[in-house]
């Protein structure tokens, strides 16, 4: 069935992979709207002939456009936000604005003709609690407003309660997905993100650099997994109103993760550890481990994981190195 979608942050690390997932199917329209903040026309740019293709250089916080936009539309994949903890802290009244105003922005305008919205949360929801794997009900353990960290947990969760109450209140068909690390092609090191940090680092010859003492762990996800399971939230009924975790539960630490970058770039690059306090402030707080009890997407969408950590590496590194090449 032919299907008019909108996607929010289209130039981004994600939002390109599923316009291009989107695109695949001919019966797909896909709108998209993005003010190249975090994104860039380069993820998109071989797209951007596609007649289906409609992009919008613009910002969710202007909304005429986005109103014209999700008239246009028969759902939305809400991507667009200020992303990650570095960025967020570098830039903290923008940030909160965008991901709070921006998103209500979305939600009351799809609520007007009850279009279906998704919505992309984060794994820092579950904030300190060690109690992993988490599930959608697992508690959130945050730390104090003065730890400027937290806030963007705070923010997507105040998405995610802006979701769940337009669909109480409004009957607005909603679902909210929880990404844990996705990782993949075109995705920038530029903001703190550590898979395509060390590859860069591992390539340039330069040390690659650990935050802490390495020991934490992470659970890694490849963009193509994620973007294919988006879309079959979207379209599945079974999914409205509820929250899925979104993730691969297999975690590493962040040491073996450098060691598996280095080995896999064959860069003669040191491995280096550096404390927080030198990339952060002081009110730093790090968080051990974010591990996804994925049984619920699994159950309601048939989710597995299909590519494995060294997939995604090897994946990163050839995209990292064609960059190289053409310059
Ligand atoms: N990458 C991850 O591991 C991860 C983890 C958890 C959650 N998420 C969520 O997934 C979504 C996509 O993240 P991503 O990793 O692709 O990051 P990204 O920074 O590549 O994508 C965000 C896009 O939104 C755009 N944008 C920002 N503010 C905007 C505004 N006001 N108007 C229009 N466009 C705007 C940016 O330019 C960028 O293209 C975000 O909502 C993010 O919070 C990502």
Redesign the pocket.
């Known amino acids: 069935m032919k299907k008019r979608c909108l996607v ?2 289209g ?5 390109s992979h599923l316009i291009e997932q989107l695109l695949s199917d001919s019966n797909n329209d896909v709108w998209t ?7 860039s026309k380069d993820n998109i740019s071989h797209l951007l002939n596609n007649p289906k293709l409609h992009f919008h250089q ?4 202007n909304e005429s456009l986005l109103k014209e936009l999700i008239d246009r539309c028969e759902v939305i994949y809400h ?5 990650g903890v570095k960025y967020v802290m570098d830039n903290l009244i923008e940030s909160m604005k ?1 991901n709070i105003e ?1 998103t209500e922005n979305v939600l009351e305008m799809a609520s007007r003709d009850k279009k279906k919205v998704l919505i ?4 820092e929801i579950y904030g300190k609690n060690e109690n992993y794997p988490f599930k959608e009900e697992s508690d959130r353990i945050l730390g104090s407003t003065t730890k400027l960290r937290w806030s963007y947990s705070s923010s ?1 969760a105040i998405d995610e309660f802006l979701a769940l109450a337009y669909h109480k209140e409004k009957g607005l068909p909603i679902v909210i997905t929880r ?4 990782a993949g092609p075109r ?1 920038t090191g530029a903001y703190g993100m550590v898979i395509p940090r060390f590859v860069n680092q591992a390539l340039k010859g330069e040390p690659i650099t650990v935050y802490g003492d390495g020991s934490s762990t992470r659970s890694f996800i490849h963009v193509t997994d994620v973007v294919r399971n988006l879309i079959s939230m979207m379209e599945s009924k079974n999914t409205i109103g509820e929250i899925f975790n979104l993730g691969n539960p297999e975690a590493v630490t962040i040491s073996n993760l450098a060691y598996a970058v280095k080995k896999l770039t064959e860069s003669k690059s040191d491995i280096k550890y550096i404390p927080y306090t030198q990339i952060y402030d002081d009110s730093f707080e790090d968080l051990r481990y974010r591990v996804p009890d994925i049984s619920k997407i699994s159950k309601a969408v048939g989710f597995k994981p299909t590519k494995s950590l060294e997939d995604i590496l090897k994946d990163v590194i050839k995209y990292y190195k064609n960059k190289e090449k053409c310059g």
């Open positions: 929010t942050g130039a981004g690390f994600i939002g709207i993005d003010d190249f903040s975090t994104g613009g910002s969710i916080l991507l667009a936000a200020a992303v965008i921006g992309t949360s984060s794994s997507k990404l844990f690390n996705v995705q």
